[in-house]
């Protein structure tokens, strides 16, 4: 069974506005990653969070963790066009061989 | 640096025909390796993982199966490909298996088409 699932599943927004997305899952996690694919592409690594974090920055991006809530949500600021793609969350749990289990994704378009 | 690569990028088989994807990954070594697919317009489903030469974990039962042949080579293979074997197959590695470590890595994909 998928073990994160993002909310919401698409989001269309003008350029300048922010974007939230949310994420929960269902087990202990170790990290919670967060994930940007454009279409037809691999994936591409944004930000890492771990367990014992709450919060965490990169750029224009804020990541958010509630481990007691088993939620995570990523704020975009300030969007852009170029921001259009679809974003998954994965998380990684106990186990030895780094298994990430991705959610169903949110896509995300940014209008100019 | 490391980087992977991933090949063909597109494919159309009819249904019945063998499939051979590829994987390799340079600039590291000892990696863990993983196959993913996804179907269209959503999440991704691990299909293997291999944390070595010759070791194979698999995820789901399905007709498809992988190999470890060199330590940075990764290959997913089907004998008789079936119509639900179409989809994006992405294939990733990692080098930090602590549970508290690093990124995935992905290749840019291959597109297969099954008709």
């Known amino acids: 069974s998928q073990q994160g699932e993002e909310d919401p599943q698409a989001l269309s927004i003008q350029e300048g506005e922010n974007a939230t997305m949310n994420c929960s899952y269902k087990?202990?996690?170790?990290?919670l990653q967060w994930y940007r694919q454009n279409s037809g592409r691999g994936l591409v690594h944004l930000i890492l969070?771990?367990?014992?974090?709450r919060e965490k920055h990169s750029g224009r991006l804020r990541v958010t963790l509630d481990t007691s809530k088993k939620s995570s949500s990523l704020l975009i600021t300030a969007s852009r066009a170029a921001d259009t793609a679809s974003y998954f969350c994965?998380?990684?749990?106990?186990?030895?061989?780094?298994?990430?289990?991705f959610g169903q994704g949110t896509i995300l378009t940014v209008h100019p | 640096s490391q980087t992977i690569h991933q090949w063909p990028a597109t494919l159309v088989q009819p249904v019945g025909s063998p499939l051979s994807l590829e994987c390799t990954v340079e600039?590291?070594?000892?990696?863990?390796l993983y196959w993913y697919r996804q179907a269209a317009g959503r999440g991704l489903q691990l299909l293997f993982y291999?944390?070595?030469?010759?070791?194979i974990s698999s995820e789901v039962p399905q007709n498809l199966s992988a190999s470890r042949p060199q330590d940075r080579q990764f290959i997913l293979s089907s004998k008789k490909l079936l119509l639900s074997d179409s989809g994006f197959y992405l294939c990733?590695?990692?080098?930090?298996?602590?549970?508290?470590?690093?990124?995935?890595?992905f290749g840019e994909g291959s597109w297969l088409t099954v008709v």
């Open positions: 994965a998380t990684r749990g106990g186990t030895s061989y780094g298994k990430l289990t």
């Open positions: 087990t202990s996690i170790n990290n």
């Open positions: 969070i771990r367990s014992n974090e």
């Open positions: 600039g590291t070594s000892n990696p863990n």
């Open positions: 291999s944390v070595g030469i010759g070791q």
């Open positions: 990733a590695w990692i080098r930090d298996r602590a549970p508290s470590g690093n990124t995935i890595y």
